[in-house]
């Protein structure tokens, strides 16, 4: 097939026009996408902005803001470890070295005071992450903690925490800690014999492990660009599917 146009002759072979039809959606696809995180990353920039000026909560205030408006509040409070619970999220590589992120469930201290808790049988617990810790050479062998009985719990909250699972979540064996692939409420929440809050807090302060927690790790202008790119490799490939199919002379057209 041929078409005639800007004194050239386009020669269509239908088979290449799928191939690029292809390429040039998967192309938009990639584009669309990035600029997609670029309004995600901006969003959550502008969440975290806006509590940062509202000041930090505890986990009374912080049961009582809308699940959905939870994502990016700084929480401020002096945290009582719920012992013996920690658990391990398996494979987090910092520096070059593979580790475990430690994560405890913690109450509010004020909140479990037998004169300022007394009407709250079971006070909710939140989970806290308080950074990372070397793995030892032997897969089998657990890195030994030493977990603070109370701490001041100073960090970010996200409500945006499960990732993909690949088979089993937790690794039971009877004692802690416990190794876990991802932090999921529902699977470790049954550990716990109170509410325990959908989201997990950040520690950024005052850690006994190394914190490396960003909650934006490429900006929006990174994912701008990168949507730029894709945009722009498309244009290419019409351009160059345009320049190989044209013809000058009609004794060059192949029908």
């Known amino acids: ?116 808790g007394a009407s709250q049988e079971k006070p909710a617990a939140l989970l806290v992450n308080l950074g990372w810790v070397a793995a030892p050479l032997q897969r089998d062998v657990l890195p030994a903690l030493d977990i603070p009985t109370e701490m001041r719990v100073q960090g970010i909250f996200r409500s945006r925490i499960t990732g993909v699972l690949l088979g089993t979540n937790i690794e039971n064996k009877g004692t802690w800690p416990m190794r876990i692939q991802q932090v999921d409420i529902e699977s470790l929440s049954v550990h716990l014999n109170r509410p325990l809050i959908y989201g997990l807090t950040y520690q950024e302060k005052n850690s006994p492990y190394l914190i490396h927690y960003r909650p934006v790790i490429l900006p929006p202008e990174r994912h701008k660009a990168y949507a730029l790119q894709w945009f722009l490799l498309a244009i290419a490939v019409v351009v160059i599917a345009l320049l190989a199919s044209a013809r000058k002379h009609p004794q060059g057209i192949e029908l």
């Open 1 to 116: 097939m041929t078409i005639i146009a800007f004194n050239r002759y386009w020669v269509v072979r239908w088979p290449w026009v799928l191939i690029n039809l292809l390429v040039l959606a998967l192309l938009l696809g990639l584009s669309f996408w990035q600029w997609q995180r670029a309004a995600e990353k901006t969003q959550t920039l502008a969440r975290i902005a806006k509590w940062q000026q509202q000041g930090a909560v505890d986990i009374a205030r912080l049961t009582t803001i809308n699940a959905i408006g939870r994502d990016g509040v700084q929480m401020d409070f002096m945290g009582r470890w719920l012992a013996p619970m920690v658990w391990l999220v398996d494979n987090k590589m910092v520096n070059g070295r593979i580790g475990y992120d430690v994560i405890i469930a913690v109450e509010d201290v004020s909140a479990s005071d037998p004169v300022h």
